[in-house]
């Protein structure tokens, strides 16, 4: 009786975690196809009549908003770019060479991490203003990548560490420098770990706010600050087109994140098991 009821506690516990993260997706997915009057009706109705209207009225009456899912794509796409390649190299670093001051570094990295993003973003001000990067996407791509750089490259280093030095030598004695053993031995074999920084990476990059919203204006806004633009307009929201411009940016990143959770989960048990 005892295991029984242990049973429905861990499903009962299960199913409200379910609840707990995937209603509100659902909730906004839903809303995206009813009509205004049914967004918020009391009691909410889970039958309806599904329309295209509100996906129709984002195409004609919000084109900056698909601009804006181009420029989050570009910020994506270059900022795991840079973050994979910073962080495998420094994850090699980390993982080979040992040292009082390269342990220190790594740690101060991780501590850097922990700091909000607002507060960091005050002294940028002036930096990026003396550059003339402010409202471009190479902005953007340095700093998620720096954002994100030192925990994806801890993740490569768990990697690597577990990864036999005996490789490496044989590869050594046959001649092999540094770059081809890191491009054809390290990199193949710490493949998982990369998948699993650049889900991060992703994820972090195509729904980041705070800096897009600071750093940019026209050029390079993201699509989560429009739609942010659209929750403050003088003429009201439209929660149904909201809710379909929310769903629209939901699923790329939402595909990506299901079309390689194995890979992740892979990746992260691997990572975290040394032989």
């Known amino acids: ?18 609840i707990w993260s995937i ?7 839903a809303s995206s196809f009813k009509e205004a009057r049914d967004i918020f009706a009391t009691p909410p109705s889970l039958i309806f009549v599904p329309t295209l209207d509100n996906y129709r009225a984002l ?17 994506t796409a270059g900022a795991t ?19 009082r001051l390269l342990q220190g570094s790594a740690f101060m990295m991780l501590a850097a991490r922990m700091l909000p993003p607002i507060i960091i973003i005050i ?10 990067l402010n409202d471009t996407h190479l902005l953007l791509v340095l700093l998620y990548a720096a954002f994100y750089v030192s925990i994806a490259t801890w993740i490569m280093r768990a990697f690597i560490v577990a990864l036999p030095r005996e ?6 004695v046959d ?34 706010f705070v800096f897009a919203l600071v750093f940019t204006t026209t050029h390079a806004r993201t699509a989560p600050v429009v739609i942010a633009e659209m929750l403050g307009t003088v003429e009201g929201v439209q929660w149904g087109v909201v809710f379909a411009a929310a769903t629209v940016q939901l699923v790329p ?14 990746g992260l048990t691997a990572g975290a098991v040394k032989e």
């Open 23 to 29: 209603g509100p997706i659902l909730l906004i997915v």
């Open 175 to 208: 001649g092999a420098g540094l770059a081809r053993i890191l491009l054809q031995i390290i990199l193949p074999l710490a493949a998982q770990g990369m998948v699993a920084v650049a889900i991060f990476v992703v994820v972090f990059a195509w729904n980041e």
């Open 1 to 18: 009786m005892g295991s029984v009821a242990m049973n429905a506690l861990r499903y009962c516990a299960i199913a409200l975690a379910l």
């Open 81 to 99: 770019v840079v973050t994979l390649t910073v962080s495998c190299a420094a994850g090699y670093v980390f993982a080979r060479h040992h040292g």
């Open 123 to 132: 002294p940028l001000f002036p930096t990026v203003n003396a550059l003339g």
């Open 167 to 172: 490789l490496e030598e044989a590869a050594s």
């Open 253 to 266: 990143v939402l595909a990506t994140v299901l079309v390689l959770q194995r890979y992740l989960v892979a």
């Open 59 to 75: 195409w004609a009456e919000h084109p900056a908003f698909f601009r804006g899912l181009w420029s989050s794509l570009l910020v």
